[in-house]
């Protein structure tokens, strides 16, 4: 009986557990004014580099809304693919918080990743007059919502046009650890040079990191790379959109301690690496059983278009999994997590006939 649901289904990875434990007691200056966060935000410095302003938030929907929010002015526009979290999962938070008009961008050729192809006829050739929602930010998800990664080649190609645009880049981390996981891999880099090939050293200006769907118990960061002026304007306005949205948490190093401790330790990577371990070992079992895959398997997610009588057999021996809805080319998404086994994954495949 495997549950391929969602990452969010799974519980606490152990560090995080510990580092709550070890920071029950005692008294701490509140909203964030705390050694924890302190502590923490260092820890983001060392990894992706001296320029970042580290704030907090409890989710993911908050980490991008928040972020953009402070990069924009209302009269901006965002530019995310078509089926987007951002587009198709945060109800009308994009218009409470960040306020943008958001300008759902469809892609041409690989259905998963934006192009600079696919940007192109949003930014060339506009009015630039005030009748039309002016330059804002361009945010991709890395990895993306359909278990792929952007690498960091890709991610500089569209720094650099959304640029020269007039656009800041936000990246969608909320997976973020999958794709550092597969770029260190891929591009044989370290923990830091992964990190800072992403984001800072490709343009980026900021970043949401994930730290739930990792396994904590709540939490996300969002980091501004504040050598960019426009994300060092971001970093003064954000504390003041955190709070006048019910955005700042008071027991801030209940989610700080956190992340100090699974950044310190290196759990983040280990964890995420077992959870990318049991979607390879899952996509090659379906492989081997003659499923094919809808996109590549480069995070901890795969794709796969189950015939409904398979699905229904499947579900019936109890494994669980959430349809997936999007009309790009698959029904099922079959998602690890950092608690998933091989074990599991074996069971999962022995039911398939
Ligand atoms: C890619 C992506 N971004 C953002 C979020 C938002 O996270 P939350 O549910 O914590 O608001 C999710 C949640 O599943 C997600 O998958």
Same mark, same amino acid.
């Given at each position: 009986?495997?549950?391929?649901? +969602? ?13 709550? #434990? ?14 924890? %966060? ?22 993911? %929907?908050?980490?991008?809304?928040? +972020?953009?929010?402070?990069?924009? $002015? ?15 999962? /945060?109800?009308?938070?994009? /218009? ?19 192009? /600079? ?19 804002? #930010?361009?945010?991709? +998800?890395?990895?993306? $919502?359909?278990?792929? #990664? ?9 720094? $650099? ?31 830091? @040079? ?6 800072? &050293? ?25 050598? +960019? ?26 989610? %700080? ?7 310190? %330790? ?13 979607? /390879?070992?899952? @996509? ?66 022995? &039911?398939?006939?």
């Amino acid at each position: 009986m495997t549950n391929l649901r +969602s990452d969010n289904n799974a519980g606490l990875m152990p560090e995080a557990l510990v580092a709550l #434990v070890d920071a029950a007691s005692g008294d701490a200056i509140a909203y964030g004014d705390d050694a924890w %966060t302190a502590r923490a935000a260092a820890r983001l410095r060392e990894l992706f580099g001296d320029d970042v302003a580290a704030f907090f938030v409890a989710t993911g %929907t908050a980490a991008n809304t928040l +972020s953009i929010a402070a990069l924009t $002015e209302p009269w901006q526009r965002v530019l995310c693919h078509r089926h987007s979290h951002y587009n198709d999962d /945060e109800s009308t938070a994009p /218009e409470r918080i960040a306020i943008c008009r958001t300008v759902p961008v469809e892609p041409l050729g690989d259905p998963t990743r934006l192009t /600079e192809a696919d940007l192109l006829p949003h930014l060339a050739g506009r009015r630039g007059d005030v009748h039309e929602p002016a330059p804002g #930010v361009l945010t991709i +998800s890395n990895p993306t $919502e359909f278990g792929t #990664v952007y690498a960091p080649a890709h991610v500089a190609a569209l720094c $650099e046009l959304a640029h020269a645009h007039g656009y800041r880049v936000h990246v969608d981390g909320a997976r973020f650890g999958q794709a550092v996981v597969h770029t260190m891999r891929a591009e044989n880099l370290s923990e830091s @040079a992964a990190c800072r090939a992403l984001t800072s &050293d490709a343009g980026v200006d900021a970043l949401s990191l994930g730290g739930t769907k990792a396994g904590l118990a709540l939490g996300e960061a969002v980091l501004l790379f504040t050598r +960019s002026p426009m994300a060092a304007r971001a970093a003064e306005r954000f504390p003041f959109l955190r709070k006048s949205t019910g955005h700042l948490l008071s027991k801030h190093r209940y989610v %700080t301690a956190q992340f100090e401790r699974v950044l310190a %330790t290196g759990a983040w990577l280990r964890h995420a690496a077992v959870a990318a371990d049991a979607a /390879e070992r899952l @996509a090659a079992g379906l492989h081997a059983r003659g499923r094919a895959l809808a996109f590549p398997r480069e995070a901890n997610a795969v794709f796969v278009d189950l015939p409904p009588d398979l699905d229904q057999h499947l579900r019936s021996r109890g494994h669980s999994w959430y349809p997936f809805a999007t009309p790009i080319g698959a029904r099922a998404r079959l998602m690890c997590s950092f608690a998933t086994t091989a074990g599991d994954i074996d069971d999962f495949l022995a &039911d398939i006939p």
